[in-house]
C-alpha cells in the first residue's frame, strides 16, 4: 500500500491518508480481504504519529471500507458481491504465485493477455 502524505498541505494528513487509500480501494488496486499494515507499521513508513493513522482507519471502518479482525489485523472489506470477492482473491494469489516464481509484473500480463486470448 503506498499513500502519499503532504506534510505542506492545508488538508488534515489524518484526512489526506483516508482519501489516499479509499481511492486506491475505488481503483481495484487494494481489493477485498487484502491485509493492510498496523497502525504502528504504517505511522513508522509513512513518519507520521500513530494516532493520525488510527483516525484514518476508525473513519475508514465507519464507512464499511476496512474491518478490523482484532490479533488478524485490519483488512480490506468485502464489497459485497461474493463472486467479485473471489475473483479478485484467485488474481491476488496468481500474481503472488507468479512473482514468487521470479516473473515480473510485465511478464504476468504478458501471461494474462495470452490467456485471455485464448480462452
Known amino acids: 500500500m503506498h499513500v502519499r502524505i503532504d506534510p505542506a498541505s492545508k488538508t488534515p494528513l489524518y484526512e489526506q491518508l483516508r ?11 487494494l481489493i477485498a480481504e487484502t491485509k493492510i ?7 513508522e513508513e509513512l513518519q507520521i504519529a500513530p494516532h493520525t493513522v488510527a483516525k484514518a482507519y476508525k473513519e475508514l471502518e465507519a464507512q464499511g471500507v476496512i474491518e478490523a479482525r ?17 475473483a479478485a482473491r484467485a488474481a491476488v494469489a496468481y500474481v503472488a504465485e507468479l512473482r514468487a516464481l521470479g516473473m515480473d509484473d510485465d511478464r504476468i500480463r504478458e501471461l494474462v493477455d495470452t490467456a485471455l486470448r485464448r480462452g
Do not use: K, Y
Request: net charge negative; glycine share 20%; proline share 6%.
Open 19 to 29: 482519501a489516499g487509500i479509499l481511492d486506491q480501494v475505488r481503483s481495484g488496486e
Open 37 to 43: 499494515p498496523t497502525v504502528r507499521g504504517l505511522a
Open 70 to 86: 482484532g490479533r488478524l489485523g485490519t483488512f480490506i472489506a468485502s464489497g459485497g458481491d461474493p463472486t467479485e470477492d473471489n
